[in-house]
């Protein structure tokens, strides 16, 4: 089921986010829908609003360094269940790759950006 919550969205490059609420569709496979306790705007979302993200990659919602809960999972999860405490990663991460399996890193080198939020116009 969508559920509805608040979130900063960048609707636009290099333009003020806006705290709105927004749809968040059901987890697809492979993929969990986690609850946000808390959050931050770090400099790679920053980047990414005044200069990396490509038009055709708004609107955003920003602000990946956090907490959560999952709320739910998706087909094919069997790492996580709803309830467990996470830490949302920006890119994620393959487990293969030498950075994967490195503890002292999690910038997998196959920099897979997965989009996790669906944002829908009030």
């Known amino acids: 089921m969508v559920i509805k919550c608040k979130a900063a969205v960048a609707w636009e490059p290099n333009k003020p986010m806006v705290i ?5 569709a059901p987890p697809q496979a492979n993929e969990v829908r986690i609850k946000i ?3 931050g ?3 790679t ?7 990396g993200m490509h038009k055709d990659g708004f609107p955003a919602v920003l602000g990946h360094e956090g907490a959560g ?13 709803p309830g467990d405490k996470v830490i949302p990663l920006f890119i994620s ?7 994967c399996k490195s503890p002292k890193t999690n ?4 920099g897979c950006i997965r ?6 116009p009030q």
């Open 20 to 24: 709105e609420e927004i749809e968040v």
């Open 37 to 39: 306790v808390a959050t």
């Open 41 to 43: 705007v770090c400099h």
């Open 45 to 51: 979302d920053l980047y990414h609003l005044f200069e």
């Open 69 to 81: 809960i999952v709320e739910s999972v998706g087909a094919g999860v069997t790492e996580f269940q």
């Open 93 to 99: 991460q393959c487990r293969e790759c030498r950075f």
């Open 107 to 110: 910038q997998c080198e196959k």
């Open 115 to 120: 989009t996790v939020l669906s944002v829908s």
